[in-house]
């Protein structure tokens, strides 16, 4: 090929390498790209335990506070038997990504 090239090419190619650079740095860029900071999933943990309490014929009504760290749940609050209690840690271990639970649920007197 010879050392001259037309305008239109020259073009083109300019754009060309424009568009792969482009590509290929949007695509490091999504790479790099990580998991949403572990607050995030607490809060979605938060709202699956929380959603599956409200749908629980037993936990319904209660009224348990559920924080949750890295995974860590921590449970809370006061309910009216001690199946109350057990069953709100049983149905807090079956959401994904619940790594361990504290249950400090206390019995109403």
Known sequence: MTGTQTAP???????????VILLFGSCAKIKKM????S???????????????WTDSI??????LVIAKRGAI????IVATEEMK???ETVARKVAGVKS?????????
């Open 9 to 19: 090419t020259q073009t083109a190619r300019a754009i060309l390498a424009i568009v």
């Open 34 to 37: 990580k998991m949403p900071p």
């Open 39 to 53: 607050g995030f999933e607490d809060t979605i943990l938060e709202g699956r335990i929380k959603e599956l309490y």
């Open 59 to 64: 936990l319904a009504n209660s009224d348990i």
């Open 74 to 77: 921590d449970l809370s609050g």
């Open 86 to 88: 057990a069953r709100a």
């Open 101 to 109: 639970i504290v249950n400090r649920i206390e019995l109403q007197q």
